[in-house]
């Protein structure tokens, strides 16, 4: 109808999402950037607003296209893949999807780093090719026994991780920027002096231009041979080719990655390799937290156009003039 509230769906279809808005709302769904080029004129000058319900670049060029756009509410707590200064500029609300997914985001991250150490992936094409019968399995060179972790990002997901370390009875430090409030574990500034105290580093610190290739040749080098990393944040954040050189030189002993310089594809020289764990960037792919995101994504936007504060807005676009 003529008073609809006109919402662009965009990106991976989500049950939630298409289910979730009530019949006051008209839906536009694109799946793919060439979709919303079918979207006429008319339509385009009626979206209120944009639900971005997977990891798909969503630039100012695009969103641009929307005179009357007032808010990008966006699946996922990272958001790197949206123009936030844009929206910051345009008076136009981004939301994303934090803390409902922080707890699995973390059980990720421990299992990859023990499923690393101790070489399950391995042991387990062990088992399934027959050969468990004539030898046992080689012991791991890798251990979580013997080791001192260093959390890349001790925000929300990286305090998650240090409390499952704690009960783990593994001792943690952690850089970033500035301190965390309220957080004991001993900070380190300089990402280099935390490499050469610690044996394994977690990343878990956002994408994006401020972060870019962070982990380098000489943070890897830094780390040493026993060194473990494990990178759950964005791709974008580790040199690919310094990592790929470190686990075939030996300058590192493993890696377990769940996210990728170019998803989703992933080095050759990196598929090779026998001393990495690969995941297909399944960090927070659970049904049940993924359906808890689905959600949020709806809600921000219902919160909004029924006049109240969206329920998790980012920093960088405050709400106001409402
Ligand atoms: P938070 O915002 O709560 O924490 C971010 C942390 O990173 C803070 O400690 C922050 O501290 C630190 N940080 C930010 N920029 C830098 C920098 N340039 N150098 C060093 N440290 C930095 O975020 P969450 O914990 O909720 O999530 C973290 C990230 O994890 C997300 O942005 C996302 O990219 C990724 N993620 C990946 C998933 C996956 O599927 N693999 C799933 C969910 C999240 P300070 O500002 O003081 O530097």
Known sequence: SA?????????????????????????????QPADLDRLGDDIRARIRGVAVTGLVPTQAA??????????VSSFGVGYDHIDSSWAAQHNVVVTNTPDVLTEEVADTALGLLIATLREFVQADAHVRSGLWANQAYPLSKGSLRDRMVGIVGMGRIGQAIARRLDASLVPVVYHSRKPAPGVDYKHYPDLIAM????????????????????????????????????????????????????????????????????????PDELRA??????????????????????????????????????????????????
């Not at 609809?4 to 536009?28: Q, R």
């Not at 695009?62 to 808010?71: C, F, G, N």
């Not at 764990?277 to 792919?285: E, Q, T």
Request: with cysteine; proline share 9%; aromatic share 4%.
């Open 62 to 71: 695009m969103l641009a296209r929307y005179p009357k756009l007032e808010i």
């Open 3 to 31: 008073d609809a509230i006109d919402l662009l769906i965009y990106g991976p279809t989500k049950p939630v999402v298409n289910e979730g808005f009530p019949a006051c709302y008209a839906l536009h769904r694109c799946e």
């Open 195 to 266: 490499a050469k105290a610690v044996d394994t580093l977690i990343v878990i610190i956002p994408g994006g231009a401020s972060t870019l290739r962070l982990i380098n040749a000489e943070v890897l080098a830094a780390l040493g041979p026993r060194g473990v990393l494990i990178n759950v944040a964005r791709g974008s954040v580790v040199d690919e080719p310094a990592l790929i050189a470190a686990l075939q030189s030996g300058t590192i002993l493993a890696a377990g990655l769940d996210v990728f310089a170019d998803e989703p594809n992933v």
């Open 273 to 322: 390799l026998p001393n990495v764990i690969l995941l297909p960037h399944i960090g927070s792919a659970s049904v049940v937290t993924r359906s808890a995101m689905d959600q949020l994504v709806v809600d921000n936007i219902k919160a909004w156009f029924d006049g109240k504060p969206p329920l998790t807005p980012i920093p960088e676009t405050p709400v106001k003039g409402r």
